[in-house]
């Protein structure tokens, strides 16, 4: 099972949104099928997945992403790229109050 996979699975077993962030921020390596799989990603969305803050995305990752925003357009408004653990925590913070019933 891929960690995508995994994510989604996690994501949907839960009773409330679930907001992820992804720290590239002392990352070696990327994933390099990204693009590939954007349309399973697509079609898979968990109903209660919030957003998703990509942490210091390298610019091959910013790149694929925008590719994807034109494909999908609606993992574009859930995916949004930051340049710290800080910006992450305070976006989602935004996002939550913004969406809060």
């Not at 960690?3 to 992820?20: C, D, F, G, I, W």
């Not at 990327?30 to 610019?59: S, W």
């Not at 653990?85 to 989602?92: K, Q, V």
Request: proline letters at 6%; hydrophobic letters at 40%.
């Amino acid at each position: 099972m891929t960690s995508v996979t995994e994510l989604q699975r996690l994501t949907a077993s839960m009773p409330h949104t679930v907001n992820v962030i992804v720290d590239y921020t002392e990352s070696k390596t990327y994933p390099r099928k990204i693009l590939a799989i954007a349309q399973t990603l697509d079609r898979n969305f968990p109903a209660n997945e919030g957003i998703v803050m990509i942490v210091q995305g390298p610019p091959y990752i910013t790149a694929v992403f925008e590719v994807i925003f034109k494909l999908y357009p609606r993992m574009g408004q859930n995916i949004h790229h930051v340049n710290s653990l800080e910006e992450a925590y305070a976006s989602i913070h935004e996002y939550e109050t913004a969406t809060a019933v």
